[in-house]
T-cell receptor
Framework: GAVVSQHPSWVICKSGTSVKIECRSL??????MFWYRQFPKQSLMLMAT?????????EQGVEKDKFLINHASLTLSTLTVTSAHPEDSSFYIC????????????FGPGTRLTVT | AQKVTQAQTEISVVEKEDVTLDCVYE???????LFWYKQPPSGELVFLIR??????QNEISGRYSWNFQKSTSSFNFTITASQVVDSAVYFC???????????FGQGTTLQVKP
């Protein structure tokens, strides 16, 4: 199977600090990774699309300077929440595709961010 | 517009009852994929099924079955003889144009009582 991991699984940080979340494809090369955000008791919303070696594409309304995405290799994408505020507290989930097979998505287990 | 609607916010049933979760989607793309995911309290999404727009065959997997009808743009999910372990939030999702970007419905919280 295709396994995607996320690290950390949960993190608590103070307002104004930055936090980095990693998304790794463990047994395949991910040509594309997607980042989603889920607020409590709400649905998942796509934040951005991350392609290896190129700039991420952000969805409308997502601040690219606040949510920095880097896809440095075919197995790793990172999401950095800069100058985090309590309203950034959310569940962040990544997904990955391999070989541009967009019909098949592999989701990570998610990272729960709490900003105090 | 591309959209997924799960009109049922919460459903509560007693164990062994059958339950159907509704999903209606909107897209102008002729190629698209539909998914159902289960999200238990841990938060991790559990993949249940994928269907492409050219395959309207219904599918059965154990106690789970899915009814895909393009004429009504619906992709409903039925659990037969529900069990307490089925309690979770269920999401229907659309991959329009096979872009990989999933559009999720609002989710249906299913509570199965013993």
């Amino acid at each position: 199977g295709a396994v995607v991991s996320q690290h950390p699984s949960w993190v608590i940080c103070k307002s104004g600090t930055s936090v980095k979340i990693e998304c790794r494809s463990l047994d395949f090369q991910a040509t594309t990774m997607f980042w989603y955000r889920q607020f409590p008791k709400q649905s998942l919303m796509l934040m951005a699309t991350s392609n290896e070696g190129s700039k991420a594409t952000y969805e409308q309304g997502v601040e690219k300077d606040k949510f920095l995405i880097n896809h440095a290799s075919l197995t790793l994408s990172t999401l950095t929440v800069t100058s985090a505020h309590p309203e950034d507290s959310s569940f962040y989930i990544c997904s990955a595709n391999r070989d541009y097979q967009y019909y098949e998505q592999y989701f990570g287990p998610g990272t729960r961010l709490t900003v105090t | 517009a591309q959209k997924v609607t799960q009109a049922q916010t919460e459903i509560s049933v007693v164990e062994k009852e059958d339950v159907t979760l509704d999903c209606v989607y909107e897209t102008r793309d002729t190629t698209y994929y539909l998914f159902w995911y289960k999200q238990p309290p841990s938060g991790e999404l559990v993949f249940l099924i994928r269907r492409n727009s050219f395959d309207e065959q219904n599918e059965i997997s154990g106690r789970y079955s899915w009814n895909f009808q393009k004429s009504t743009s619906s992709f409903n999910f039925t659990i037969t003889a529900s069990q307490v372990v089925d309690s979770a939030v269920y999401f229907c999702a659309l991959n329009p144009g096979n872009t990989g970007k999933l559009i999720f419905g609002q989710g249906t919280t299913l509570q199965v009582k013993p």
